[in-house]
T-cell receptor
Framework: EPEVTQTPSHQVTQMGQEVILRCVPI?????FYWYRQILGQKVEFLVS????????KSEIFDDQFSVERPDGSNFTLKIRSTKLEDSAMYFC??????????FGPGTRLLVL | GQSLEQPSEVTAVEGAIVQINCTYQ??????LSWYQQHDGGAPTFLSY????GLEETGRFSSFLSRSDSYGYLLLQELQMKDSASYFC??????????FGKGTRLSVIA
């Protein structure tokens, strides 16, 4: 069964460093999302991407964040200058249509 | 904006039935989804209700009442592996999901 994959599974970085989180959505999907989940808290929406552009973003998704779909398969989230409060699990999700979003296994980001 | 309320924790006995409630306030409503998340894992889609009534998928059922802004997830014949967090969620705008804070279900023997 097709699945969303994410790399790396864990990332440790120093405050102020740039990180790139990578996702490979399910191949025929059209809508792509990034969410984050701070430990013990709910899943929060960051950004959605459709037709090669951002379609919606939350207040969390400030100028430090950017997304790209550099080729037909990868979908990346970049954090330009990480802060301690960026430590969280980051989930990529995708869907073809309808309401079912398929989530990747997540990247656990720790900012020191 | 969107807000969802669900109980923070529920404990139930193996083999029993448990209901997890969710009330929501939304500006525009497309439907109510339920996701399961095991510790350290990703949210996994369980069900979606766009219309009032009960949707059944095996041991799991989900109910929606749009007039009451209320829904629930019903888990029957509970198994130990059902111990997880359960989130209700509503689509917002171009269907990014807004999640509730989650209900941690503990199944005990």
């Amino acid at each position: 069964e097709p699945e969303v994959t994410q790399t790396p599974s864990h990332q440790v970085t120093q405050m102020g460093q740039e990180v790139i989180l990578r996702c490979v959505p399910i191949s025929n999907h059209l809508y792509f999302y990034w969410y984050r989940q701070i430990l013990g808290q709910k899943v929060e929406f960051l950004v959605s991407f459709y037709n090669n552009e951002i379609s919606e973003k939350s207040e969390i998704f400030d100028d430090q964040f950017s997304v790209e779909r550099p080729d037909g398969s990868n979908f990346t989230l970049k954090i330009r200058s990480t802060k301690l409060e960026d430590s969280a699990m980051y989930f990529c999700a995708s869907k073809y249509e309808g309401e079912t979003q398929y989530f990747g296994p997540g990247t656990r980001l720790l900012v020191l | 904006g969107q807000s969802l309320e669900q109980p923070s924790e529920v404990t139930a006995v193996e083999g029993a039935i448990v209901q997890i409630n969710c009330t929501y306030q939304t500006s525009g409503f497309y439907g109510l989804s339920w996701y399961q998340q095991h510790d350290g894992g990703a949210p996994t889609f369980l069900s979606y209700n766009a219309l009032d009534g009960l949707e059944e998928t095996g041991r799991f059922s989900s109910f929606l009442s749009r007039s009451d802004s209320y829904g629930y997830l019903l888990l029957q014949e509970l198994q130990m592996k059902d111990s997880a967090s359960y989130f209700c969620a509503v689509p917002s705008g171009n269907t990014p999901l807004v999640f509730g804070k989650g209900t941690r279900l503990s199944v005990i023997a």
